[in-house]
């Protein structure tokens, strides 16, 4: 019983393993059957889409004109009259002039115009405005050269404020041009100032009065000028009539300071010859001051060429000139009272050694520097009473004496320049009257203040030096004359 009931179940299981294996068969060509079915759609619409996306042109109806119909024909006479009735349409000019309809609020439209301040300048050229320009020197500011300008207070704020959206004020430094532009009553309608060799900051004056800045590029051209000096009489009588500027009358004989005296060594056929050199914006205006960059002198008894390079002039070999320590530094003609040397003193009344010269002036004459220096000493001195000592270059110092003030900011270690005021004549310290005691020390030993006593000149060298023959033979086309020791004269064209 139990082996029968075994083999049933196991029939069973059989069957059921056999129908799960036709199962899985008949499954799998379903399977099989509906991808074919589906690749085949895929198939169908690949090859009928682009029939049913192409639009269908419908025909259009023709339109049949019948030779029966009836036609109305114009006679000759009246086809002219309908051409003149003929409607014209009237295209309207957009060129001409604006129609402005006020009645409906309408106001006209204003062409707005590019600022340039180039405009200014050369409205300034034709005399419609004023243009001057300043250069900046240590203790100016903005707001110092608005005042000199004679700008209210108010709008020098609102210039300042103007320019400080694009300009740093803090970077304005001594050298920086401005160019002031004003109107023929004295107000103000821009300024620029150059902060790149071709780039400018300007403001301007709007409509509305308000400012305006602006960036503008524009390159500052340098144009030279010849000058050729006859002398009639005096230099700067004749340097004047020949239309030299008075700034560069005060450079050549600063340049020739303590080689040549103008007013003593100059005779009537002497020559000077000039170039000058000054910037020009590309309005037209000048800016800055011109300045002497070659200075020819052609005496009877001399030729001398002198170039300046960064400040200082130098002759054709890149040297400076020897000069001659000042021998009565004083602004005004003085009286010798006492000599250098033994002398009775005045005050002690017995012979000893004057260590330098006394020269009488009025008090308070100003005194200057006898050569470029620095201030070694100054304050009161014994004897002396108040007392300042320079150290200038080849060992030599000088000394000035007996004075009643000295320049307000000078010290110790204070660079001066030949010429310039350092004090003012007094009568302190053991002294009978107001003069200036006068002394030059060369090497620690005091020497003639009235001898030739000369600071050696410097040479340039190497780069330094190539560097200046090579911008110096683009100054003046006879350098290499002027190297050889021969000068022709510069001949004299028209000013720029």
Known sequence: MTKLLLNKIQQLSERLKASQTVMRERLSTINKQFVLIVFLLVLLCTLTLPFVLTPVNKEEPEIEISLEDEIEIIPDDQSSSVQEETAVIEVPDLTGPEQVHEDLGDEPVEAQQELSFDELEKRALLGELKATSRTMVKGDSLLSLLSEQNVPANERMEIVEALELVLDLKSLRPGLTFLFIHDLDGRLMGLSVRQKENESLA??????????????????????????????????????????????????????????????????????????????????????????????????????????????????????????????????????SSPYGKR????????????????????????????????????????????????????????????????????????????????????????????????????????????????????????????????????????????????????PVKPF
């Open 203 to 336: 403001v301007m004056r709007e409509k509305d009065d308000s400012w305006v800045t602006f960036s503008q590029t524009g390159k500052v051209e340098t144009k030279q000028e010849h000058f050729q000096v006859v002398i009639e009489r005096t230099f700067s009588g004749s340097a004047q009539k020949a239309g030299v500027p008075s700034n560069v009358i005060n450079q050549i004989t600063g340049a020739f300071d303590g080689e040549f005296d103008f007013s003593t060594d100059i005779k009537p056929g002497d020559t000077i010859d000039v170039i000058l050199e000054g910037k020009v914006t590309q309005g037209g205006l000048e800016i800055g001051t011109k300045q002497a960059v070659y200075i020819g002198l052609k005496t009877s008894k001399m030729n001398i060429h002198k170039y300046a390079y960064n400040g200082t002039f130098y002759d054709a070999r890149g040297r400076t000139s020897e000069k001659v320590i000042m021998k009565r530094p004083l602004k005004a003609r003085p009286r010798l």
């Open 344 to 491: 009775r003193h005045p005050v002690l009344q017995y012979e000893i050694f004057h260590k330098g010269v006394d020269l009488a002036v009025p008090k308070n004459t100003p005194v200057v520097a006898a050569a470029d220096g620095t201030v070694e000493i100054i304050g009161r001195k014994g004897s002396y009473g108040k007392y300042i000592r320079l150290g200038h270059k080849g060992g030599y110092q000088t000394a000035y004496a007996h004075l009643n003030g000295y320049r307000q900011d000078l010290k110790v270690g204070s660079k001066v320049k030949r010429g310039e005021v350092i004090a003012y004549v007094g009568s302190t310290g053991r002294s009978t009257g107001p003069h200036l005691h006068f002394e030059v020390i060369k090497n620690g030993n005091v020497v003639n203040p009235f001898g030739n006593n000369k600071i050696s000149s410097t040479q340039l060298t190497g780069f330094e030096l190539e560097k200046f023959q090579s911008w110096a033979e683009s100054i003046h086309p006879d350098f290499k004359l002027h190297l050889a020791g021969k000068i022709p004269p510069v001949q």
